[in-house]
């Protein structure tokens, strides 16, 4: 029990910041966040790694999580950006803020990691201004069946070992069933390493 709650506490955000910082990330990171403007609430910030990625359009990120050593590292990186940041040590399933109060909602390899997914999504339907912007990266179910029925066998142990981590989400399913409309949407195993995290959903929903 203690070792389990000192590992999540410990070493999970520590696995983190150290696995979400691969340099094979980066190209998409920067080709998700291009499409940030405005007031953007990013949820599940984690240690801060897509601030170097927003663009001139944003004035302000609001960014929220649950780990208080991610958002440390998050408000260390965040010092050098020529954009208002906020940091809040918060769940993204009940969002401290107005209806329509924000023009873009970022999620990047977060909504895998959410325990109540559904509830997270009404609530960044509910903050974003109508016509808002909801841009992701995420990993997912694959769509070869063998491949899918392995990532859902393995979720309860990965989940366990991962933050959390759910490997057979369908991020494109959940964001049409909270009533977001998909603009944009690549799929496909968009980068190297173990086929069961590689398979990807990278677009833009509109609210
Ligand atoms: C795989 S990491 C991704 C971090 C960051 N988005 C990135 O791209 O590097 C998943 C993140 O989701 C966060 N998370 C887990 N549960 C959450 C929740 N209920 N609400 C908001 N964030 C959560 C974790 O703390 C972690 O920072």
Redesign the pocket.
Same mark, same amino acid.
């Given at each position: 029990m203690v070792i389990g709650r000192l590992y999540e506490r410990v070493v999970?955000?520590r696995l983190?910041?150290w /696995?979400?910082?691969s340099e094979r990330?980066r190209p998409l990171?920067a080709s998700t966040v291009a499409a940030a403007q405005g007031r953007v609430l990013?949820? /599940? !910030?984690?240690? /801060?790694?897509?601030f170097p990625f927003y663009g001139r359009d944003v004035e302000e990120v609001v960014g !929220? #999580?649950?780990?208080p050593s991610?958002l440390a590292r998050a408000g260390k990186a965040g010092g050098w950006m020529p954009f208002k940041i906020r940091l809040v040590c918060?769940?993204?399933?009940h969002l401290p803020y107005p209806d329509a109060s924000f023009d873009c909602v970022?999620?990047?390899?977060?909504l895998?990691? !959410?325990? #109540?997914v559904e509830a997270?999504l009404a609530e960044a339907h509910r903050v974003l201004r109508p016509e808002g912007r909801f841009v992701f !990266?995420e990993h997912g179910a694959a769509p070869s069946p063998g491949l899918c029925r392995w990532q859902r066998r393995l979720t309860p142990v990965w989940r366990r070992l991962? /933050?959390?981590?759910h490997l057979h989400r369908r991020p494109d399913r959940l964001l049409t069933a909270a009533g977001f409309e998909l603009e944009t949407l690549e799929t496909g195993h968009l980068v190297d390493g173990p086929r069961l995290v590689t398979f990807h959903y990278q677009g833009i929903a509109r609210r």
């Open positions: 999970v955000p983190v910041h /696995g979400m910082k990330l990171r990013e949820i /599940g !910030i984690g240690s /801060g790694l897509n !929220i #999580d649950p780990s991610l918060q769940s993204a399933e970022v999620a990047t390899w977060s895998c990691s !959410i325990l #109540d997270t !990266i991962a /933050g959390g981590c």
